[in-house]
């Protein structure tokens, strides 16, 4: 069954370096998200992205996050100066279509700043 | 603005019962409704998923229903077995925004 892949598993960090996020969805999706799970708290949206471009972003996705779908398989979260704060587990998932399918999950990036 | 809410937060059966994990939310203009697993430091697997004209979803041993009306579901998990320990999640896509909204979960520990 086709999967959302997420590379790397784990990346560990100095606060105030960039980081990239990598994330392969399924091949046929046309729908793109970025979720972050601070420890021991619920999972949040941070954007979405349809058509090359994003269609919704919550206020955790400030000036400090992007994303790019570089290529025909890719699609990268970018933190470009990392806080502590930003310790979490980012998970990447992509559907189908807008609402109605299932949303399909990668395994997650936790991400450590220090 | 939807919010999700799953109780109980933790919860500790013997191996071989049934059992029932419930989530509500407050806005009923949803497109679908999913079911999730978690387990500790991984990703979230789907487990079901319901449509808003769906009442219920069947996999297994999972049994999902969904009362729109009263913005309510439950998960059903039947003959629970260790290697059901995880926590689960509810998610619900919000009509308007298609954000997926989620619950804190329920964590579940199935003793042998």
Redesign the interface.
Known sequence: EPEVTQTPSHQVTQMGQEVILRCVPISNHL?F?W?RQILG?????LV?FYNNEIS?KSEIFDDQFSVERPDGSNFTLKIRSTKLEDSA?Y?C?SRGD???????????T?LTVT | KQEVTQIPAALSVPEGENLVLNCSFTDSAI??L?W?RQDP??????LL?I?SSQREQTSGRLNASLDKSSGRSTLYIAASQPGDSATY?C?V?S?G?????????TKLIIKP
């Open positions: 729908y998200y979720y708290q619920k999972v949040e949206f979405s919704e587990m998970f998932a807008m609402g109605e399918s299932a949303l399909h999950f990668g395994n997650g936790r | 497109y679908n999913q999730f430091g991984k990703g979230l697997t789907s998923l449509q999640l998610a896509t009509r925004n298609y954000q997926l909204i989620w619950g804190a979960g």
